[in-house]
């Protein structure tokens, strides 16, 4: 059985996003819980150097989009990086899981060997689809969920990895 440029994309990107709008939601409870701000959470970071919550949402949503369209040949939406509020960051990730929707199989799949050209800073980068995807895409969408998840976590908001995955724990 093989795996498809398609199920290897955007389906992915799709489960991943959901759970990351679930942390988020969990984020929200915990906020008002703590009567914080709500705009403490989206600016924190984990490290002084890193981006804060709401860019490592931003970038993860850029990759997702950006991805799916670039191997399907369609044009990336272009969404402004003015969220501050978890809200805002959730309706980020609802509009991206909203345009994912709109890419089909028929769109992606036979991408692998797809010219991909894509500007990051002054950097012009160059690939084949299949390279795109797994050792470039891939990773650099996990790390900012990734990142995400873990700047909610140090900041005492109750996850676990099964909110990471996406999976529902049992309840007894």
């Known amino acids: 059985m093989t795996i498809t440029m398609y199920q290897a994309s955007v389906p992915v990107f799709t489960h991943m996003l959901t759970s990351l709008s679930g942390v988020l939601d969990k984020a929200e409870a915990h906020a008002a819980a703590k009567k914080l701000d709500p705009a403490i959470l989206p600016a924190t970071r984990l490290c002084p150097d890193m981006f804060p919550l709401s860019r490592q949402v931003q970038i ?68 084949k689809g299949l390279p795109y995807l797994i050792s470039f895409s891939l990773p650099n969408f996990y790390f900012h969920a990734t990142a995400a998840y873990a700047i909610l976590r140090a900041n005492g908001v109750d996850l676990g990895k099964m909110d990471f995955l996406g999976v529902k724990r049992p309840t007894a």
Request: aromatic share 6%; net charge negative.
């Open 60 to 127: 993860a949503c850029d990759f997702a989009k950006g991805t799916a369209a670039r191997l399907a040949g369609v044009e990336i939406p272009s969404y402004p990086d003015t969220e501050k509020t978890i809200p805002e960051l959730k309706e980020r990730i609802a509009k991206t899981v909203a345009f994912l929707a709109t890419i089909t199989p028929a769109q992606v799949d036979g991408s692998e060997g797809r010219d991909i050209s894509l500007k990051v800073g002054p950097q012009e980068m160059h690939f």
